[in-house]
C-alpha cells in the first residue's frame, strides 16, 4: 500500500517549492552575516546589508527573494521498501503549476526556440527531476529553484589530463568573465573528472553542498577567488564568494573534463522528508 | 559619499554624484526594459510624443511583478534586471530625452563618454526584489500595459529609494570597469605565480 496519498504529496511539495522561495537556508545567511560583518568595503557593505534585509522581508511577507524564481529542479531520493502507488513526476509538476500561481513565481519556462512561454513552469525535460534509490526506507525530496544570471556564467572545459594545474586558471578565469553580472557573492560548484555532461552535474552538486565545510584545495580556491576584489555586485570588496566546493568522479585517462557551476547569493533549497 | 536627491533632477544635482558615492533617490522613476526602449526610440524617431515626461527622468531597468486589488496595483517585486541588454538602445535615449539617471545591475559596458556631463548610472542590489518593492511608496500610473506587466512603463513613486551606487558618474569614471581592470591584474599574478612552480 502506498505510503502517502497522491493529494498528501502535491500539498507537501507545494509547500516545499514556496518555502524554498520565501527562505534562504540558514548556512547562507550565516555566511552572508559573516562577510557582511567583516567586509572593509562600504561600498560593499552596503550591498550585502541591502542582501540581508530583502532575505529578511522576504521572509515575514512570504514573498520571493528575487524576482527570477528560476527553473526548478528536484530531487528524490527513494528506498527499495518504499511503495509509491502514483506517478511521482507527474505530481511534482501538478504541484509545480500550483505555486506558479499561488505564491505566484514568474513564468520562467520558455522553447528554446521559439522562446514561447509555457506560462506554468514546466516543459520539455523542466522541472529536471532526478532519482537516488536507496536501500532502506527513505522518501526525500530535494528542491533548487535556479536563476538564469548565474546560470548563464557557468562553463565547461575539457582539459588535457597533463593540464593539471589549468584548472585553478579555469576557475578563476570563468569568475572574472562573470564579474558582477551572476550577483556576488556567489558559491562556486567545480566538477572535475566523470565526463563531459557528468562534470557539470558535479558542479552543480558542488554549489549546493552546505557552505561550512571546504578542505585545503577549496580553501586555496576560494582565496584566489576573492583575491579577484570583483566583491558584492561586482562594485569591488573583499568577498566575492562565500565558498568553492569541488566535487570528483574518476574519468578516462585521456580526459580532464572541468566545469564551473556559478549560483548567485540567493542560494535557495529545501528538502522535505517524508519518511 | 552619502547623498539624497528627489526628481526630477537636474543637471546641477548629478555634477555632484561621484562614482561610489551611495544615494537615496525619491520622487518617481520610470521602469523601462528592451520592449519599452524600443518602443521610446520608435516614437523618438518618429517625432511622436511619449505618454510620460522624461526631463530630469530616472529611468529604471525593473520588469516588475505586481497584483491588482480593486482598482489600486501593489507593487511585489521590483528588483533591477540586467541593464546589459539595454546598452544599445541607451545613446538614444540619453541624447534625445532629458533623461537624468538610469538604475540597474551589473553595469553598461562602454556608455561612461556618453554619460558625461549628462546621466549617471546607479547600482540597485541584485537579486533584493522585495526590499526594493518596500521602497515604492505608490503606482501613479501605467503606460503601454500592451507590452505585459514585466515590459510596460509604470511610474513609481518612491521614498528614499537604494541604497543606489553611483557605478558610473557624469564625468566618464566607471566603477566597474575600475573593479575589473584590478581583478585583471589580480589574475595576472596569481596566474604567473602558479606557472613558476
Known sequence: M???????????IIELIIRSETILPMDTVIALENTWQKESNTVAKSQLSAILKNIEIAREKKYPLCQDTGIFIFNVTIGK????????????????????????????VVHPLTRENSLDNTGDGLPDITFNLTEGSDFEIFVYPKGAGSENMSRLAMLKPSQNEEIKRFVLETVFAAGGMPCPPIIVGVGIGGSFDLASRLSKKAALRPLDEMNDFEEELCDAVNTL?????GLGGDT????????????????LPVAVNIQCWANRRAHKKFV | MEHR???PL????????KAGDILYLTGKVFTARDEAHKHILDALSHHRKLPFNLTGAVIYHCGPLLKKTGNSWQVVSAGPTTS????????????????RAIIGK??????????????VYLAYTGGCAVLAAEGISRVANVHWQNLGMAEAVWEFEVKDFGPLIVGIDSYGVDLYEKVLEKASEALKAIVMASDST
Not at chain 2, 84 to 99: D, F, H, S, W, Y
Open chain 2, 5 to 7: 536627491l528627489t526628481t
Open chain 1, 229 to 233: 576584489g570583483i566583491g558584492a555586485m
Open chain 1, 81 to 108: 521498501n518504499i511503495v509509491i502507488d502514483f506517478n511521482i513526476n507527474d505530481a511534482i509538476c501538478e504541484a509545480l503549476r500550483s505555486a506558479t500561481g499561488t505564491l505566484p513565481l514568474r513564468p520562467n
Open chain 1, 240 to 255: 566575492t564568494a562565500l565558498a568553492v566546493h569541488v566535487n570528483t568522479a574518476h574519468c578516462h585517462t585521456a580526459s
Open chain 2, 106 to 119: 551589473g553595469g553598461m559596458k562602454g556608455t561612461a563618454p556618453l554619460f558625461r556631463g549628462r546621466c
Open chain 2, 84 to 99: 546589459e541588454r539595454m546598452t544599445q538602445m541607451t545613446p538614444a535615449l540619453v541624447k534625445n530625452t532629458g533623461i
Open chain 2, 10 to 17: 537636474t543637471k546641477e544635482a548629478i555634477l555632484k554624484l
Open chain 1, 2 to 12: 502506498s505510503i502517502i496519498s497522491r493529494d498528501f504529496f502535491v500539498k507537501n
